[in-house]
């Protein structure tokens, strides 16, 4: 007969896998929680303490009535638009800025209203403002989605408008708090399935089919790390930072997840549905994707039977099109030049919080000439960076030559150019991973950026265009002011970038291949 504790772990073992593969196969979600409630989770409510890794940056919603020597909560799906109400063109974007000692790279960060089946999820109340529904951010009435962008390949970043189902760790923020209490997220996430422009030819396909991105993977990212330790320290400091220096990176995913796409509408009794899932990168040894079309819905599924001590990643595009159809406008977008008006580097001599600087609003940071900046790209979901992803740049500098992206935007629809810039601040600081590893894409450097706001923001660019021949042409675009740390005395901004939209003319042959 086993001790009482050890049948008190059991159960609790079982009760958490029971619960975690409800999760993956869509089970009930809980009710909305209490902001309050994050304390007695684990929010210490210390940012100094928080950047030194002394108390946990996330922990799991409802870990107080989890022992420590059993499983956390389990994980949680989420399914809903990527939207924003406040700012819709920054539902989804790589973070503005992130905290060097908890990330081994910056976030790509995404919105989600979530389906009424899911509401659940978002924290506090909407009547009285708080938790998720407090302030009037773009992730206010949200839930917030975060994973760094090295553990989230490319071709799966989305769009506004895009769908997602989630699977992943329903979490408190303990480092966004307010008085009214914390935000839930869902932060890190094992599944994302992202269906581009639901029921509607994606941009990213040559023949007008639908698409589904699926990205599986065990990578907990610091973030998973932080709200695990969490969970099995309770709070005593020095077995927390203890277990952050052991715990392992790789999470026991094992399950299996079911997602689903909708073809778009048949365009005709002769028209036949094809379906293809191409690889994205998917790791050796990973399991298969099934995909089973019924009419025009498409049934996905995936099961995990093995927990491997090593990188295990998932990564498919699934595409359901018909056969005798239009295709649509093949577009090529060239970015061939980008003016830095300002590098945004340095700041005010000494560091004082302002000087009269042109450069940056951060008078505080400790910089130095040259600029580090990240410019990512992205044309209808297509997404981009410029060169490698770190540019060296200083004021007046001219960069041209940048990449090219290929969309197909059926004639009549309208797409979005978008661009995203960050500045690097916080070289010195290193990563999560020590002093010598900065945070991705960032470059080791003598830099330390503004403690109250982060990193320097030259602006984003959007540009949204009513039709693909209205898009063809040359294109000069200056970032908006919102969100920005360009000091207003650059009156058209810190930089300003050029674009030309070719139409490709390859219809017959793209049509020749699906008959």
Known sequence: MKRPSVVA????????????FAALAGGPVPASPDPQQAVADGCGRNYTAETTRSIPTWVHVGDHDAPAPGPTPPPQRLEGLVSSSHFPELASHPTEEDVPTIHRAYD????????PAFAGLLGGDPAAHTGNFAGSGPSTGRVHVEREQTALPRFSWPEPGDRAALVGSWVWDCGHWIPSGERTEIHSYRALWLERKPGRPSPLSPYGESEADLVLSNDKTFAGVEADCAHRAKGVVLLFQSCLATE???????GTYRFRLTAPPRPGPQSRLRVRVLDAGTSAGAPSVRATARGRRVDVSVTVRTSPARKLVVAKRVLAGWTHVRVPAHLRVRFVRLRVRRAMDPGCANGRPSCGSKETTHGEQISRSPGEWNVYLDAAGAWTVWGSGLLRVRDGQVVRGGPALDVYVPRGRSWRLFVFTRECDFGSLGGADGPRHPMAP???SREFGSIADGDDRPGVIVKR???????VG?????PLRAFSTCPPVNKIGCYELDWVVTRVRDDAARESVIG
């Open 465 to 471: 265009f009513r039709s693909p021949a209205v898009s």
């Open 248 to 254: 392992g990176r790789w999470a026991d995913i094992r």
């Open 108 to 115: 790509f960060t995404f919105d989600v209203l979530p389906d």
């Open 442 to 444: 960032c470059p080791l």
């Open 474 to 478: 040359t294109h000069r675009g200056r």
């Open 9 to 20: 772990a059991a159960a609790a073992l079982a009760a958490g896998l029971a619960a975690t």
